[in-house]
């Protein structure tokens, strides 16, 4: 957005000044508008057989996966669809989770944390999948990663990463740091290049689902907020701030970080995270087109193209977020994720057009909490927290009909509370 201003110097000349404004919101909101409103739960009360709470992306899979097993779904949000954490992020679709398979080894097993990874993979094949079957028009785009290692003693690690994952066939390739930089005009000391990844417009693809399942029956009611839940005794009770009730035999929470507040295990730790985005047409290396490129620091540095044609870069993450100096904050983390930007790839001319932030959660081990939890009966929960929320999001279009229909999932032991 061009903002032009005109002033009348004191020699009498009139001076024209061009700036342009940059936006807070998320470049996802923006681009694509509010694609889809529903009605808020008014003067009347509902019955159902699963509620879903949350019209992010997750409530949008588990609840499109509900639907394909033919169970009768309400789902709720308090605000419109998808403007919460989904409008903030940067949909880098991975395999990877953020503790590294050596590292993950050592915590859960070795065969253990294999299975993890390879259910990573599994994922976003399945959702290339969904998405071929259904033609959703969300951007969704098959990529490769580029893990880079950001110094040279995180080389030595990162190597030893490649040597586990190369040891199970994850589909991997070492590239020396002279291989990366001519590839991909990227200045590294070393990387992983994994061949299952890819990107999408979460925002969208939220919506596409959401009406595709509204179209053939599922309720779903925005701008409706819960006052409480009687999770104890069938049916579930739930209680809207408009004093509406819906009663139902069980209830999903798909409620991302704000699931924290509900808990009393600490299941996460959140952050801040930052993302600035190029103008459209950017030029770039023709390999980092369809490359995912995130490093080892920590917090690490992540970056993406988008459909249209542009750059994203994000990280800076930070557990400061404080209203006072929320903008300012944002424009000091977009000027370090460009300065960084610069360091690694000279080449790119990157001219920022949006920048904004979003709240995300890390576990401890870098694994979701998928399933039932003893603090509340009658539910289960989908948490993908971690930079790659959406895939563990996919598994669990497979893990909560799994439970709902008493299957054993091994991915919901890994996954379970109080572990």
Known sequence: MLFIRQDTHTSGKLKTYVMRLRTFESFWLLNNGLLNSYPSLQNHNEETEIVVVGGGITGALISHALMEKNYKVILLDKRDIAMGSTAATTSMLQYEIDVPLYQLSKMIGEKEAVECYKAGIKAIIDLGGLMNTRQFDCGFEKKQSLFIARNKRD????????????????????????????????????????????????????????????????????????????????????????????????????????????????????????????????????????????????????????????????????????????????ERKAKLLQKHLKKIAPAVSFTEDFTWAGTFGSTKDGLPYIGESPEYLNSLFVLGFGGNGITFSIQAMNIIPDLLEHIDNPLSYYYRFGR
């Open 155 to 330: 080389a030595v690690w990162l190597k030893r990463e490649f040597e586990i994952r190369n040891k199970y066939n994850l589909g991997v390739q070492w590239l020396d740091a002279k291989a990366v930089l001519n590839d991909f005009g990227i200045k590294c000391f070393g990387a992983i290049l994994s061949e299952v990844a890819g990107s999408v417009d979460a925002y969208r693809l939220t919506h596409e689902l959401i009406k595709f399942n509204c179209e053939r029956g599922m309720k779903v009611f925005d701008q409706t907020a819960i006052k409480n839940i009687d999770c104890n005794t069938l049916p579930v009770s739930i209680y809207t701030e408009s004093n509406c009730k819906i009663t139902c035999k069980k209830v999903v929470f798909c409620t991302g970080y704000e699931a924290t507040s509900m808990l009393k295990e600490k299941i996460a730790d959140l952050f801040y995270t930052y993302a600035c985005i190029s103008e459209q047409n950017i030029e770039l290396n023709k390999n980092l087109k369809n490359t995912l490129v995130w490093d080892t620091g920590s917090p690490y540095i992540y970056m993406r193209t988008t459909d249209d044609g542009r750059l994203l870069i994000g990280g800076e993450d930070s557990t400061n977020n404080s209203p006072l100096f929320k903008n300012s904050v944002k």
